[in-house]
């Protein structure tokens, strides 16, 4: 019974293969014949048994800290600078929008009239597919791959991602995306929360094209469907995948999207009733303010309707649509133009489970480094960085940091970005110094690693997320000590040398000298000068937003470990003694409510605003997070 089972497995595995391939041939031929196919929205069904998994993510692409627009923009650029097609030609993405009324606007209302039922289950208004004008936005990209991968399989590719998979990318090394939650951003961006998309690959030269709606799980009947339907042909055997239209009716969807691709390789995307909000103004916005980097490193031209950026205009249109955050724009394109060149330094120490300090650079070199901020000079160092991948031995890798001095009157700028993705909810690790810095990642080690940190909207790292421990070791000390990296390089060098200034006194000492006429002149008395050398810090607090850190400062090489440190914390009070006062009502240090890390530290809660840290080596480092943002804090530190 059991080889008869085993015969009977091994027969349908050769039947699905043989079925599988006539449909790959038959799929081929029908692309190369150019049939004529027309489409139709259809939702799969489910088993009313299987677990219901709803669309809640969508809320990550339009929150406080990135808008819609924003998102829109950062989503479709980041996946299309993913796909070059050469490494040596700029990405062009263009945007565009289009209103739509007449004949076209009642085409597309007809063809949608089969997901009312759809929207009506889904307690969804749809009010908007009877509109009888409406915005269409196109996102195109060119000198890109297009949806590559099998349409007929489920084989891991882009096509078949892109289209099918929510919550997995497959993206690696240098790619943007980690959690192929990116792509739900475009039906976010329609009213009727659904968009089209046109592909074009060297495997598959004639344009083809399918329409994705994203609702929620719902009822019709007995017939139980999941949140994503789609607009397609028909369905491949034996699979049965959604295929894509080709022929007269792709033509239909270039005219309603206006799109610019003939036959160029890439891929469109068409989303009709776009939302009020989103615009080719808040779209330039949201270019300059989030792709500054790679525009002005000539990596990528972005055509915003009649507006072209890139690297020749871009300062000219920031000038004429404000970034949504203030940018120091020469400084980037300071940056840009020595990306590609040598370091001027490296340090001497790798960042893993240690951190940058004095120890990774020489006395001369810090001495130097010095100098050229003082004076103005874009300070640029190399910090190699050693990373764990569980599969394999140690990976050497690197990121450059960069600062200069802050010009008058201006605010402090930090520029964080990963290849061409910016993570501005990383600057807070910045926050309150005074110079203009940038931390690059471009390495593919270090940008695959990080890459792994981000959150889904990409605008920030972290050190818990669930593909850092599934493919690094020891990945929280390492993101550590990239993520305050540039915060300890300032430390190093923005203290400025000391200097004598021989005029700094002299109208005081001139007034002296009148009143010593007046009174007569005393006896001449010689003091001996008593060199006094200056003493080293061995302690050094820093603050974070909603925090602090306490870290090795250069007189901790001194020390011998293990050596205890008394730390107190209190909320600033005016006119009063601010530990004395503390209530465990502000804060308890032995609750969880503070988020306290120590790296080569022992630390042990000893009251509520009281920790006895034991320091175990000149590495040792204390991070506390989770106070009140709105009131400042006070820190003391002292060796025992």
């Not at 006539?22 to 190369?32: E, N």
């Not at 100098?371 to 569980?390: N, Y």
Request: net charge positive; glycine share 8%; hydrophobic share 40%.
């Amino acid at each position: 019974m059991r080889e008869h089972s085993a015969f009977a497995r091994i027969r349908s595995r050769l039947q699905f293969e043989v079925e599988r391939k006539v449909a790959r041939m038959l799929f081929v031929a029908t692309l190369g014949k150019g049939t004529n196919q027309v489409g139709h929205w259809e939702f799969d069904s489910v088993q009313p048994s299987s677990v219901r998994m709803e669309v809640t993510q969508a809320d990550q692409f339009n929150n406080d800290e990135v808008s819609l627009a924003e998102a829109l923009v950062r989503e479709s650029i980041q996946n299309s600078s993913d796909a070059p097609t050469s490494p040596n030609v700029a990405v062009k993405v263009r945007f565009a929008i289009r209103e739509v009324s007449g004949a076209e606007a009642k085409w597309l209302s007809e063809q949608l009239k089969p997901l009312l039922s759809h929207y009506k289950e889904c307690e969804f208004d749809a009010e908007a597919i009877e509109a009888k004008r409406f915005r269409v936005l196109a996102i195109e990209d060119f000198n890109t791959r297009g949806l590559t991968g099998s349409v007929v399989d489920v084989d891991g590719g882009n096509f078949d991602r892109f289209w099918r998979a929510v919550g997995d990318s497959g993206k690696k090394g240098k790619a943007g995306g980690r959690w192929g939650l990116g792509k739900l951003v475009y039906s976010s961006a329609s009213a009727l929360k659904l968009f089209y998309g046109l592909t074009v690959t060297a495997d598959r030269p004639e344009p083809s094209l399918l329409g994705q709606v994203v609702l929620k799980n719902h009822r019709i009947g007995n017939s139980f469907h999941p949140a994503h339907g789609f607009y397609f042909s028909g369905r491949s055997a034996p699979l049965q995948l959604q295929q894509p239209i080709m022929g007269e009716e792709v033509a239909q969807f270039c005219k309603l999207g206006g799109l610019a691709r003939k036959n160029q390789t890439g891929l469109s995307l068409i989303i009709p009733y776009l939302l009020d909000g989103i615009d080719e103004t808040s779209i330039i916005s949201g270019v300059i303010s989030n792709y500054y980097f790679p525009i002005l490193a000539g990596r990528l031209i972005v055509e915003v309707g009649n507006v072209v950026i890139d690297k020749s205009s871009f300062l000219s249109v920031a000038d004429k649509y404000k970034p949504l955050h203030p940018i120091p724009f020469d400084f980037v394109e300071q940056i840009s133009r020595t990306i590609d060149d040598p370091a001027q330094t490296t340090a001497q120490t790798a960042l893993g489970k240690a951190e940058l300090d004095s120890a990774s650079f020489k006395p001369e070199q810090i001495a130097q480094m010095k100098k050229d901020f003082v004076s103005g000079k874009l300070v640029r160092v190399r910090v190699p960085v050693t990373l764990k991948p569980k599969a394999g031995g140690d990976l050497s890798s690197h990121i450059d940091l960069y600062l200069k001095t802050l010009p008058e009157n201006e605010k402090p700028f930090a520029l964080i970005a990963r290849n061409a993705v910016t993570l501005p909810g990383e600057r807070r690790y910045f926050a309150g110094a005074a110079a203009y810095a940038s931390l690059i990642a471009n390495d593919e080690g270090v940008s695959g690693f990080l890459g792994d940190a981000e959150n889904p909207a990409h605008t920030a790292w972290n050190s818990k997320a669930k593909k850092l421990a599934t493919g690094w070791r020891s990945p929280a000390d390492t993101l550590s000590a990239i993520r305050h990296s540039l915060r300890h390089f300032y430390g190093l060098i923005a203290e400025q040398p000391e200097s004598e200034d021989k005029d700094a006194l002299i109208d005081f000492f001139a007034i002296l000298d009148e009143d010593q006429k007046r009174k007569g002149k005393k006896p001449k008395v010689t003091k001996v000068k008593v060199d006094v050398p200056p003493r080293e810090t061995a302690i050094t607090i820093r603050p974070r937003k909603g925090g602090f850190e306490i870290a090795a400062g250069p007189g901790a090489a001194n020390w011998t470990y293990p050596r205890a440190i008394r730390v107190r914390v209190a909320y600033d009070m005016i006119g009063a003694n601010p530990f004395s006062r503390h209530s465990p009502f502000d804060f308890d240090l032995s609750a969880n409510a503070i988020d306290i890390k120590a790296n080569d530290a022992i630390c042990e809660p000893v009251k509520a605003n009281i920790l006895k840290v034991t320091a175990q080596s000149k590495n040792f480092r204390l991070e506390c997070m989770g106070f009140d943002v709105r009131r400042d804090i006070v820190v003391e530190a002292r060796a025992t």
